[in-house]
């Protein structure tokens, strides 16, 4: 499939993390919304975009115009070993170790999604104020 990314990240924001840990977390989003677009139809697109404040918290969103998420599974997404990708493609630990390494960092992520539209998963982050981890 054709994606285009865009990345809207202003200077300035800083996040204290463990740079392998974090980059792990945000590439097993961006792989699972790669997956999440189907390869024939509309031209996909990823966003990484990131708001916050220097004192407070950072607000990180990757959307995608994937399949989305079915309702009835949403809740499990976190799960370990849930998977919805074909036998081999999927080990069903990649969001569980990105919640993980999320909120080892002190940190949460959630996620909205709409069958058909696509899905956002919102990370917020202690900003540089808070405590370094790493």
Not at 25 to 32: G, I, S
């Amino acid at each position: 499939p054709h994606i285009t990314i865009n990345i809207d990240i202003p200077t300035g924001l800083t996040v204290y993390v463990d740079k392998q840990k974090f980059q792990h977390a945000l590439l097993n989003l961006l792989k699972n919304a790669m997956d999440a677009i189907p390869d024939e139809g509309r031209e996909g697109r990823i966003t990484i975009a990131a708001r916050g404040e220097a004192d407070s918290e950072v607000e990180i969103k990757i959307t995608d115009t994937g399949t989305g998420i079915p309702e009835k599974i949403i809740d499990r997404i976190f799960d370990p070993f849930f998977t919805t990708k074909d036998v081999g493609k999927g080990t069903g630990l990649g969001l569980f170790v990105t919640h993980n390494i999320i909120e080892q960092h002190g940190g949460s992520i959630s996620v909205g999604s709409r069958v058909g539209e696509g899905t956002v998963f919102t990370i917020k982050l202690p900003a540089q104020g808070g405590e370094r981890n790493g």
